[in-house]
């Protein structure tokens, strides 16, 4: 059976016009507004800590 791969819309944020205009915004959790240490992207989007 094949892998499939689905888009989960977080690559799509990261490249709208709010990312151009707020450079820091990319690397800030959407929860707790803290900026990212050491994260990983994974295909779909997702940060992970």
């Known amino acids: ?5 689905r888009d989960c819309g977080g690559a799509a944020q990261l490249a ?7 450079p820091l915004g990319r690397f800030t ?7 990212y ?5 994974v ?3 997702h940060v992970n800590v």
Request: proline share 15%; net charge negative.
């Open 16 to 22: 709208g016009p709010a990312a151009e205009a707020d």
């Open 37 to 41: 240490e050491k994260p990983v992207q």
């Open 1 to 5: 059976m094949a892998a499939q791969q």
């Open 43 to 45: 295909p779909c989007g």
């Open 29 to 35: 959790c959407p929860v707790c507004l803290e900026v």
